[in-house]
């Protein structure tokens, strides 16, 4: 896919990390890691993973596309749910191997359980590392139905 | 390290998704994703990997520790440049597989380049797929001198 144009070849150090082209350097899977956030809140929803061709798709059309490790395939999201991710910026990260983007999500939620953010455990801080770690549910309502909204569908991710 | 006792072993995918016993999935590297963002901004400051004694020392400290692929070594965030992060609070996802991180940044900043945010150029969306994107600054200006806090010292990462 780096074929497409966008990309261009990786260079130095140095011109990875203070230029102006954008060279992805995707894992030898072939993906980079996605984090979005909530446009309005700066609240994380979700971490995905895009290939080149999500990567493609999600710059020219501003809607977030990820490439579905599980099911070895792009992925529009929203596609089933309808919960599209408007992108309102997208930012790539020094060493070009991460991208944020800040979204507009549409509907109810960004994650497959049901709730707006897939972060909705919270991991207690200064246990001590001799017993099982508990978790504490955290914003964790559910904003929609998940088997209302995928019913038999295989759930992205 | 998964016997440090702090890690249950992966149930069902309803356990892990609505339980409450922390048990991440390392991918085959033995790394789970961490996003870091700054707790009052919302600002994504960086993406990094925590492995299993990463993952522990910063439940158990409440300071991020990560681990650094490109020096496949235990990286205590900010042990060089003095530029640690306390964390105010962790979550983990739905599948257990990517943690995110509040934190308090301490010093000037989070990217080795010298920046508050790793994430300092934007991507331009709506580009056509035929000639490379170009990327735009933004939030760019350098807030430490990396040459001087990092000096000869391995860059973290």
């Known amino acids: 896919?780096?074929?497409?144009g966008l990309f261009a070849p990786r260079g130095s150090t140095s011109q990875v990390e203070e230029?102006?082209?954008?060279?992805?350097?995707?894992?030898?899977?072939?993906?980079?890691?996605?984090?979005?956030?909530?446009?309005?809140?700066g609240e994380v929803l979700m971490v995905a993973h895009m290939n080149a061709e999500a990567?493609?798709?999600?710059?020219?059309?501003?809607?977030?596309?990820?490439?579905?490790?599980?099911?070895?395939?792009?992925?529009?999201?929203?596609?089933?749910?309808?919960?599209l991710q408007r992108v309102i910026e997208m930012r790539i990260d020094c060493d070009q191997d991460a991208v944020w983007i800040k979204v507009e999500q549409t509907g109810?939620?960004?994650c497959h359980t049901g709730r707006r953010s897939c972060f909705?455990?919270?991991?207690?801080?200064?246990?001590?590392?001799?017993?099982?770690v508990t978790l504490a549910f955290r914003d964790a309502d559910k904003s929609f139905d998940p088997q209302?909204?995928?019913g038999a569908a295989p759930k992205p991710g």
């Open 55 to 83: 990567l493609t798709k999600t710059i020219e059309t501003g809607e977030a596309w990820y490439f579905s490790r599980s099911r070895q395939q792009l992925w529009r999201k929203g596609a089933t749910s309808g919960h």
């Open 19 to 41: 230029g102006l082209a954008l060279s992805p350097k995707f894992d030898r899977d072939g993906l980079l890691t996605c984090v979005a956030t909530d446009g309005s809140t």
């Open 120 to 132: 909705y455990r919270a991991v207690p801080l200064g246990a001590p590392a001799t017993r099982n």
């Open 1 to 4: 896919m780096e074929s497409t």
């Open 108 to 110: 109810a939620g960004a």
């Open 148 to 150: 209302a909204v995928y």
